[in-house]
């Protein structure tokens, strides 16, 4: 077996500068590095749906968006497979039976969905749907039989669900499922992208977000109204790097080469760190320079995305296609979990021939 990429994004949102440097760019190096056989990215349109039943055209609107940011950030039909979570059913008949082997116990402990719970305010009334997304995120996960899932440090305890699934499954059934690994970003700046209010994850629900196809105007403002260090009043002042969003940004983003186009007086990010925290080095000029480093990234996506909108049908057409070769794939996972379940009484010879046995002999 070779090795086989699965990931993907909720159609929530057009994607964000956390979705990029957590899991987006990463995809992209992944799939031009001809590493593996394969790779499959998800916009998980049923599992947007377990948190926005009440919503669907929000979701529906999103999926072309979602779609946008990937073909504009680099993602290559003709090397990966894009398709739509909701039109490869087979995924839904696996969840009914992993179902099975996991406690509500288990489900209650994890971490991720415990705070997307609060950040809702759904402590009351959970939709169930929601409650049990972990789940069918381990039916995307193995239909695929994917080896490695690159994904942010929220995902963490998904991946981890996912594997207790395969384990369970594989020892109750017999090996059937591949056992998963999470890619997580190499840089501690990108596992988890904070919000431009500093708050602890860019999110497209807490509306905290840079968005891929943001017009630089609007970049430029985002930036300049960015959380830093609070007690950094003047400029004389000390300043504090720790939690302090515009340099977690440059961590993110900033290469040696930004300060020999922007800013030549530092030779690197560490110096600059070094002044900051000296004192004497103001947040607006920080700001201007991580202005620049962004808009030199960002630029050719937006302008990717601006040719590629002329044709839309052709991007519902590329969905289109994914979901068929997704289907596909799928339809050969679950059969031989059913195979593995022993719910295959039909295809299953053996089994016909012995109940007629032993009734005969009755
Ligand atoms: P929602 O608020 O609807 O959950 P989201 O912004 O959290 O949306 P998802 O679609 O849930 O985005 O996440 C898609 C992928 O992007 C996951 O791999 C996740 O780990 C990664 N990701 C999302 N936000 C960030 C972030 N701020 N920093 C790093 N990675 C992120
Ligand atoms: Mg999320």
Redesign the pocket.
């Known amino acids: 077996m070779g090795k086989i990429i699965l990931?993907?994004?909720?159609p929530?949102?057009r994607l964000?500068v956390?979705?990029y440097?957590?899991?987006l760019r990463r995809r992209v190096e992944l799939q031009n590095s001809g590493e593996y056989d394969k790779i499959y990215i998800m916009i998980?349109d049923a599992q947007?749906l377990t948190d926005n039943a009440d919503n669907p055209e929000k979701v529906r609107q999103n999926i072309i968006e979602v779609a946008l940011d990937y073909l504009s950030c680099g993602l290559d039909p003709s090397k990966s497979t894009l398709f739509i979570q909701s039109q490869v059913p087979q995924l839904c008949e696996l969840t009914t039976y992993y179902m099975n082997l996991v406690t509500v116990s288990r489900l209650q402990r994890n971490p991720t969905v415990k705070s997307?719970i609060q950040m809702r305010n759904f402590e009351a009334s959970i939709p169930v749907g929601f409650f049990t997304y972990p789940i069918s995120q381990a039916s995307d996960i193995t239909a695929f039989q994917a080896t490695t899932v690159p994904?942010?440090?929220?995902?963490m305890p998904m991946v981890e669900q996912t594997r207790e699934i395969v384990h369970k499954f594989n020892s109750v059934y017999g090996e059937t499922l591949t056992m998963p690994q999470i890619l997580l970003?190499d840089n501690q700046a990108?596992?988890?992208?904070?919000g431009i209010d500093g708050k602890a994850?860019?999110?497209?629900?807490?509306g905290n977000c840079i968005y891929l196809s943001d017009e630089p105007e609007e970049v430029r403002k985002k930036i300049m109204s960015m959380y830093t260090d609070p007690d950094h009043i003047r400029v004389q002042d000390p300043g504090k790097i720790e939690g302090n969003t515009v340099f977690t940004y440059l961590d993110a983003f900033c290469k040696p080469e930004h300060f020999e186009r922007y800013w030549p007086e530092y030779a690197n990010l560490d110096e600059l760190k070094a002044h900051y925290q000296r004192g004497g080095l103001g947040d607006v000029k920080v700001k201007k320079f991580l202005n620049n480093v962004l808009q030199e990234e960002l630029e050719p996506i937006r302008q990717r995305r601006k040719e590629l909108q002329k044709d839309i049908p052709a991007i519902y057409e590329i969905l289109k296609e994914g979901s068929a070769k997704a289907r596909e794939v799928a339809a050969q996972t679950l059969h031989d979990v059913r195979d593995a379940m022993k719910i295959n009484y039909f295809d299953d010879v053996d089994l016909i021939a012995s109940q007629s046995e032993k009734f005969r002999q009755d």
């Open positions: 990931t993907g994004d909720r929530t949102g964000h956390g979705h440097v957590g899991s998980a947007a997307e994904a942010g440090e929220d995902q970003p990108c596992m988890r992208l904070p994850k860019m999110s497209k629900s807490l």
